[in-house]
């Protein structure tokens, strides 16, 4: 054996978005612990860009009793596992009203992989067309707003963009060269 392995799992918490589960595990030297895990869906994050501009959500994040500007993201209701440029999609319509011509993946990005499954699939979104958004209730104090690289970059410098799914899609988006 050369990782960890579970042994036994139970769910703790269950909600509509996540799943919390504890598994005692024995690691690869053969002693044993446990391990807490947020179990949560595939999400799809959406670079929207129409030209030089960027698309942007301002939403309040409970956790942090904070304002977050960020790229929009998200899972599909009920922990469903939809397909992943389908998805992107609909979070861009929904969260922006915006949609795309062309969704291009970018790449893959791991939320908290010491506590988390959940993995996240990049698009670039281009070809836009605007309309009105369609956002769950939860979403009710989105606000969202285009903004230059400039102002992207130097909000990211000022820590008014901190979230890390966002700042890890912009790199991508500057590797690929797009």
């Given at each position: 054996?050369?990782s960890?392995r579970?042994?036994?799992?139970?769910?703790?918490?269950?909600?509509?978005?996540?799943?919390?589960?504890?598994?005692?595990?024995?690691r690869p030297?053969?002693?044993?612990?446990i391990?807490?895990v947020?179990d949560?869906?595939t999400?799809?994050?959406?670079?929207?860009?129409?030209?030089e501009?960027?698309?942007?959500?301002?939403?309040?994040?409970?956790?942090?009793?904070?304002?977050?500007?960020?790229?929009?993201?998200?899972?599909?209701?009920g922990r469903?596992?939809l397909?992943?440029?389908e998805?992107?999609?609909?979070?861009?319509?929904?969260?922006?009203?915006l949609?795309?011509?062309?969704?291009?993946e970018l790449?893959?990005?791991?939320v908290?992989?010491?506590?988390s499954?959940q993995?996240g699939r990049v698009?670039?979104?281009t070809?836009?067309?605007?309309?009105?958004?369609?956002r769950?209730?939860?979403?009710q104090?989105?606000?969202?707003?285009?903004?230059?690289?400039?102002e992207?970059?130097?909000m990211?410098r000022?820590?008014?963009?901190?979230?890390?799914?966002?700042?890890?899609?912009?790199t991508?988006?500057l590797?690929?060269?797009?």
């Amino acid at each position: 054996m050369d990782s960890i392995r579970a042994v036994q799992t139970r769910e703790v918490y269950r909600n509509n978005w996540m799943t919390v589960r504890e598994d005692d595990i024995r690691r690869p030297d053969g002693s044993t612990g446990i391990y807490g895990v947020v179990d949560r869906p595939t999400y799809a994050l959406v670079i929207a860009r129409d030209g030089e501009r960027f698309h942007f959500v301002e939403q309040f994040r409970y956790p942090l009793g904070l304002r977050r500007w960020e790229f929009p993201q998200g899972t599909a209701p009920g922990r469903v596992e939809l397909d992943v440029t389908e998805l992107a999609a609909r979070e861009l319509r929904e969260e922006t009203g915006l949609r795309a011509d062309t969704m291009t993946e970018l790449g893959l990005l791991d939320v908290a992989p010491g506590m988390s499954s959940q993995r996240g699939r990049v698009f670039l979104a281009t070809g836009i067309t605007e309309g009105p958004h369609d956002r769950e209730h939860e979403e009710q104090d989105m606000r969202s707003a285009w903004f230059s690289r400039a102002e992207v970059e130097q909000m990211m410098r000022d820590g008014v963009i901190t979230d890390s799914q966002t700042i890890a899609a912009w790199t991508l988006l500057l590797l690929s060269g797009l």
